[in-house]
């Protein structure tokens, strides 16, 4: 159940292929196998003994460890540069077990307004009723006036590194900066980007969370999530008192109680995270799902480079398209994220993009029932291209004045780009938009 990331000097590309993985310990099999089990036998009472106490690593149940799930743990801590990781059975569980286990007892989360519809309804509905209040930043994208809206309860920053569905860039750098100078940790949302694309570790995160069903893995056969700690951020403050809990469970052969900081010293935040919140509230990724998750890390450079060039000509095309209000890409000419995407993304900025519609609700409608290549749903990151009027589906939680803050108007479509021939996705739309437009307002 070893969850940190062997040290080596392999290369992204590499890592993405090997790490956490030796043949020799799975019997030689060149891919890794799938451990369907529940449980473990224990080699004598002293074995047992020994993982309860923490005094060695092993699998004790698939609920907290399993040998497939660790071997994925360890191959994503790798490409993002982690002290470790667990991988959990959304990217919503990912989510959630993070800002609980930072904000455990009550406190508020300052976080973008750039966020997936999901998790901005959730911050609404659900972690008020555990006595966590979320502020939506209104300097996020100044990080000069950021600390203005830290409270004294504040517990983190929790923003996207790249939003969905309008593709905001934020200066991660100085975020963390600010975040640090307050004793908080930076919490950044990396699904979109990938580590192919982006570590935020390496610009100042402290946690990073992946909803691994989309562009991670890349096939949209999977649920899962995944969350990431840096190593470097002080968890034993006093504005955290949960990690300096001593705890039974956690005791040394001499029965002494002792907290998570003091058994995982490299990995008080994540290993938290198993032994409490997974443990208990259980979400659990199935071995199934993390070996398919290990399979679609394998193309991920590939994946994501040829997503990256599609939205790149997608994006242009649609900037051009007189059925066009406007494109929302970080690497247009007019986009004002261009800057901070040639500073931070120099591979790319990402695979999805948003247009405005320019046309009624019905000639909306009709382009979007009648597209043929694209797929009409609403995951993102997929290997097939995806299409979707975001603000009445995957933001339809948000209410007017939210939608308003977060900068969506009714009129947008996002395009989450896939592997296809992009002329041949650039047909699709255009059939689409004449077909639209032969109605009349």
């Not at 993985?21 to 473990?40: C, G, L, R």
């Not at 517990?155 to 640090?180: G, M, Q, R, Y």
């Not at 939205?311 to 900037?319: F, G, T, V």
Request: cysteine-free; proline content about 6%; overall charge negative.
């Amino acid at each position: 159940m070893s969850v940190v990331p062997e040290k080596n000097n392999y290369r992204f590309d590499t890592q993405r292929l090997r790490a956490g993985y030796d043949p020799k310990e799975h019997n030689y099999a060149v891919s890794p196998p799938i451990y369907q089990t529940t449980s473990y036998d224990f080699r004598d009472v002293a074995h047992a003994m020994a993982l309860f106490g923490f005094r060695e690593t092993g699998n004790l149940y698939s609920r907290v460890g399993n040998p497939t799930v660790s071997i994925l743990e360890q191959r994503v801590a790798a490409l993002d540069g982690a002290a470790g990781a667990v991988a959990l059975a959304s990217g919503m569980a990912a989510i959630s077990y993070t800002l609980l286990n930072i904000a455990e007892g009550g406190g508020r989360i300052l976080t973008s307004p750039f966020l997936y519809g999901g998790s901005a309804d959730s911050f609404k509905k659900i972690y008020p009723k555990f006595g966590i209040t979320i502020d939506f930043a209104r300097n996020i994208e100044n990080p000069e006036k950021l600390a203005e809206e830290i409270r004294p309860d504040t517990k983190a920053i929790f923003v996207e590194s790249i939003s969905n569905p309008n593709t905001v860039l934020l200066d991660i750098d100085a975020i963390a900066e600010v975040a640090h100078e307050h004793g908080i940790p930076l919490v950044v949302d990396n699904t979109v980007a990938t580590p192919y694309l982006y570590n935020p570790i390496a610009h100042g995160a402290d946690i990073v969370v992946y909803s691994a069903t989309k562009g991670l893995t890349g096939h949209g056969n999977i649920i899962a999530g995944i969350v990431l700690e840096s190593g470097k951020f002080n968890w034993q403050s006093e504005k955290f008192p949960q990690f300096s809990e001593r705890y039974y469970t956690l005791r040394d052969i001499n029965g002494n109680h002792r907290s998570f900081p003091e058994v995982f010293p490299e990995t008080p935040f994540t290993s938290r995270i198993r032994f409490n919140y997974l443990n208990y509230f259980g979400a659990a990724l199935s071995p199934f799902n993390a070996y398919l998750a290990l399979i679609g890390l394998e193309t991920l450079s590939e994946r994501v480079a040829k997503q990256v060039r599609n939205a790149e000509i997608l994006a242009e095309y649609l900037s051009n398209h007189e059925a066009v209000e406007w494109v929302r890409y970080p690497t247009l000419k007019n986009s004002p994220y261009r800057a901070l995407a040639e500073r931070d993304f120099p591979k790319g900025a990402g695979g999805i993009l948003s247009f405005g519609f320019k046309g009624t609700e019905a000639q909306r409608e009709a382009f979007l029932n009648s597209v043929q290549l694209f797929h009409y749903h609403v995951n993102i990151g997929d290997a097939r291209s995806l299409i979707v009027n975001s603000p009445q589906t995957t933001h339809s939680e948000l209410e007017p004045e939210e939608k308003k803050l977060a900068d969506i108007p009714e009129n947008l479509i996002r395009i989450s780009a896939g592997l296809e021939d992009p002329d041949d996705l650039i047909a699709d739309l255009e059939q689409a938009f004449k077909k639209a437009f032969e109605i009349k307002n």
